[in-house]
């Protein structure tokens, strides 16, 4: 399975940007498919999730109502449309997997974290002045 991420670069805080990420010998019917991030000295963390069967969509709070996941099963490719950025968006962005035909969820302390298996190479965003 190869996930390859790109579309990262440079942008001002408020800016948009849209991340792509190729994925081979993965088939999107059968699995969902999302992103996630690690910021410089944190913790990875799940961004987004959309489910295989239902296109369901799945957010981490932090960015409800600012990014958006999408996909393209003729082209094998997963998106993630960023808008509204912080300077707290700044991370490696990487496509990932939970390896099962619907997105993985844990309650952490009230909220929802997205959960992920395998990711590949990212793509870094900064957001900056």
């Known amino acids: 399975v190869q996930l390859q991420a790109s579309g990262g670069g440079l942008v001002q805080p408020g800016g948009s940007l849209k991340l792509s990420c190729v994925v081979s010998?993965?088939?999107?019917?059968?699995?969902?498919i999302g992103w996630l991030r690690q910021a410089p000295g944190k913790e990875r963390e799940g961004v987004a999730c959309i489910s295989a069967r239902d296109g369901s969509t799945y957010y981490d709070d932090a960015v409800k109502g600012r990014f958006t996941i999408s996909r393209d099963k003729t082209k094998n490719t997963v998106y993630l449309q960023m808008s509204g950025l912080k300077p707290e968006d700044t991370a490696v962005y990487s496509c990932?997997?939970?390896?099962?035909?619907?997105?993985?969820?844990?309650?952490?302390?009230?909220?929802?974290?997205?959960?992920?298996?395998?990711w590949g190479q990212g793509t870094l965003v900064t957001v900056s002045s």
């Open positions: 990932a997997t939970p390896s099962l035909s619907a997105c993985r969820r844990i309650e952490v302390r009230g909220s929802w974290k997205l959960l992920f298996d395998y």
């Open positions: 010998d993965l088939n999107l019917d059968n699995y969902a």
